[in-house]
C-alpha cells in the first residue's frame, strides 16, 4: 500500500535561514511525487513535481526538493527562508505503476513551517 | 485562468440533518475529487470521476455521503445523515487530466461543523 510519512509536525526556521521539510514514502513501484502548500482557509497550492530524471527539482516561490530513491525521499528546500513562506506544507505520492483507476495520491500530515523574523 | 469554485465556504449544521455542498472545476479539466481534511491531517480522498464516471470512491462512506457530477462538469456532494465526526473541511480539486503526474488544482474548501 502506498504511504507517505512527514515526521515532524513543525519547523521552526529563522529568516534568511535555509529551511528544509522532510518527506519520506513507500509505494510498490514508482512513484511520482508533489508538495503542496496550505494558507490559512485556503485550498492547498502546487509547488512542485517530481516525475523523473534529475533528482533535484525546482518549483514556485524558490523552493526545491530531492528526490532521493534509496532513502525513500522528497525533501523540500529552500536557500532563503522568508516570513510569508509560513504555511502548512503537504507531500504527496502517487504509484505510476499501477493504473491510474487504482492509484490515488495519498497525502501526508502536513508540516508547518514556521519563520520568524 | 478562473480556479476551482467551491460553496458555501462555511456551513454548521446538527447531527443527523443533510448538507451539500457544490464544486464548479477548471473548465476543461476532466478530472474531479473530492478530499475530506480533517483538522490536524492531511487531505483523505472520497471520490474520483473522470468526466461524469467515478473512477474511485473506495474511502467514502456510501450509508450516508453521495456524490454526482452530472454532465461531466460541476459536482455536488452531499452527506445525510451527518454526524460528529463529519467536522472537516471539503476540498473540491480538479486536474486536466488522470495522468499521473497532473497536479491537482485545488478549492478553497468548505468548512463544516456538525453539532
Known amino acids: 500500500a502506498q504511504s507517505v510519512a512527514q515526521p515532524e509536525d513543525q519547523v521552526n526556521v529563522a529568516e534568511g535561514n535555509p529551511l528544509t521539510v522532510k518527506c519520506t514514502y513507500s509505494v510498490s513501484g514508482n512513484p511520482y511525487l508533489f508538495w503542496y502548500v496550505q494558507y490559512p482557509n485556503r485550498g492547498l497550492q502546487f509547488l512542485l513535481k517530481?516525475?523523473?530524471?534529475?533528482?533535484l527539482v525546482k518549483g514556485s516561490y524558490g523552493f526545491e526538493a530531492e528526490f532521493n530513491k534509496s532513502q525513500t525521499s522528497f525533501h523540500l528546500k529552500k536557500p532563503s527562508a522568508l516570513v510569508s513562506d509560513s504555511a502548512l506544507y503537504f507531500c504527496a505520492v502517487r504509484d505510476r505503476t499501477r493504473g491510474s483507476s487504482a492509484s490515488k495520491i495519498i497525502f501526508g500530515s502536513g508540516t508547518r513551517l514556521s519563520i520568524r523574523p | 485562468e478562473a480556479g476551482v469554485a467551491q460553496s458555501p465556504r462555511y456551513k454548521i449544521i446538527e447531527k443527523r440533518q443533510s448538507v451539500a455542498f457544490w464544486c464548479n472545476p477548471i473548465s476543461g479539466h476532466a478530472t474531479l475529487y473530492w478530499y475530506q481534511q480533517i483538522l490536524g491531517q492531511g487531505p483523505k480522498l472520497l471520490i474520483q470521476f473522470q468526466n461524469n464516471g467515478v473512477v474511485d470512491d473506495s474511502q467514502l462512506p456510501k450509508d450516508r455521503f453521495s456524490a454526482e457530477r452530472l454532465k461531466g462538469v460541476d459536482s455536488t456532494l452531499k452527506i445525510q445523515p451527518a454526524k460528529l465526526e463529519d467536522s472537516a473541511v471539503y476540498l473540491c480539486?480538479?486536474?486536466?487530466?488522470?495522468?499521473?503526474?497532473?497536479?491537482?488544482?485545488f478549492g478553497n474548501g468548505t468548512r463544516l461543523t456538525v453539532t
Open positions: 480539486a480538479s486536474s486536466l487530466s488522470g495522468g499521473y503526474n497532473s497536479p491537482l488544482h
Open positions: 517530481y516525475i523523473t530524471g534529475d533528482n
